[in-house]
């Protein structure tokens, strides 16, 4: 065998499952509606939620950006990539979520890989959330701390596994704020009491509650009633924000040792000036206007209304993020496909993104559906459930 059979071994394997994953190819802005592959359809698949990316003040601020600045940041930000935009971002994310200090890294991805290893190492424990995203997956592996999976939400799991964990020198819980499969939001106010009594850190990752829950925006900590400097808030920029970027709110003394440990803050490049301040001024949007986020979550509402009422299963979901579960990976790639049909994008999930048995198709909702958008996902989910069940 040389090295390509290999890796056709691999992907017959992939084939075989039904799970060989294909790029898509976007020819449009990413709005509430695309071109994709040549096809026109209304995007229930982004995480655009406020349809921030798109934005006339946004997209301007990028623009100057580039003219100040040029595109790229030369360099990683501990050498030469520090651009003064960053102080900015930071400071606006500390204000927004109540910390001392904020730190941005390249991507929320970059961030749980890189903070997670810095939070735990050898001989201690980290407490994870069964649905936890991959990025907190892999920076658990990276960290080379014991890992313990608790059952999904399961406060009383969560409790039992920290009374039988006194002999680890340090514990760390971490969760999803919002679930980005599941679209639930986690039960903040009893981990957060559990990680007192238990003198552990929790660590929130809040991509997909950031800019959607709690006053301004905040997140799901402020939407819980929690907040300071006791739980370390990460996020991202890429999802409500409509940009790229990730980033960890906290302590200064955190922050400091973020910046002299995380690899993925030390050994990359820094964002680019364009990103940075096209993220400083949809923050400023986003905190400002409320509008956006009510008429986010009334579009979701309106979308499960309609789903039920057609007869698709969706989980019990309080946000934008609606999983319409399928169960079976070829059904829910045969059901989106036939969706695009119709003039409607809404992504099959499948694993390893979702437990087997679980394949779903990954609804969200944006603040800039119109009620025609809305009208178009009803037609074409109602179509396709007449074709396949009703047979
Ligand atoms: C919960 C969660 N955390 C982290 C990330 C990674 O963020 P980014 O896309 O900015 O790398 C994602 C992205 O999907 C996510 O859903």
């Known amino acids: ?60 601020a990028a623009a100057s950006a580039a003219t100040v600045y040029g595109v790229g940041a ?22 927004l979520k109540r910390t001392e200090a904020s730190l941005v890294f390249s991507s929320g991805y970059a961030a749980n890989t890189s903070i997670i290893p810095v939070l735990a190492g050898e001989g201690d424990l980290i407490l994870s959330d069964a649905l936890n995203h991959a990025s907190i997956i892999d920076g658990c592996r990276l960290s080379r701390a014991t890992k313990q999976i608790y059952r999904h939400c399961d406060v009383e799991h969560l409790k039992s596994l920290l009374q039988e964990s006194s002999g680890f020198r340090r514990r760390l819980i971490i969760t999803d704020g919002v679930f980005s499969m599941d679209g639930d939001i986690a039960p903040l106010q009893d981990i957060f009491q559990l990680s007192k009594t238990y003198d552990a850190m929790l660590l929130v990752d809040d991509a997909h509650g950031f800019g959607v829950l709690g006053e301004k925006g905040r997140g799901t900590v402020s939407h819980c009633g929690l907040e300071g400097e006791d739980i370390i808030q990460m996020g991202t920029l890429s999802k409500a924000v409509g940009a790229l970027g990730g980033y960890v709110s906290g302590s200064r003394q955190l922050i400091e040792l973020l910046i002299n440990k995380a690899r993925g803050f030390i050994f990359t490049t820094g964002l680019p000036p364009v990103v940075l301040s096209a993220a400083n001024t949809a923050i400023e949007i986003m905190s400002s206007t409320p509008s956006l986020r009510k008429q986010l979550l009334k579009n979701a509402e309106d979308m499960k209304t309609i789903l039920t009422g057609i007869g698709y299963t969706i989980l019990p979901t309080q946000t934008q993020i609606i999983p319409v579960i399928l169960g079976d990976t070829q059904r829910a790639t045969e059901i989106a496909e036939a969706l695009i049909t119709e003039d409607v994008y809404a992504p099959a999930i499948r694993p390893p993104a979702v437990p087997e048995g679980t394949s779903r198709l990954r609804v969200t909702a944006m603040a800039t559906h119109t009620d025609l958008d809305i009208q178009v996902a009803e037609n074409g989910f109602a179509k396709v459930w007449k074709q396949l069940y009703e047979k």
Not at 74 to 95: A, F, I, K, P, V
Request: net charge negative.
């Open 1 to 60: 065998m040389n090295v390509y059979d290999w890796i056709q071994t691999d992907c017959t394997e992939l084939e075989e499952a039904g799970l060989l994953r294909h790029l898509r190819t976007v020819s449009s802005p990413p709005a509430n509606t695309v071109t994709i592959d040549d096809n026109y359809v209304v995007m229930l698949g982004s995480n655009n939620y406020l349809g921030l990316s798109t934005h006339p003040s946004v997209v301007s």
């Open 74 to 95: 030369s360099g990683s930000r501990l050498l030469t990539g520090n651009t003064e935009l960053y102080t900015t971002l930071e400071n606006t994310l500390s204000d």
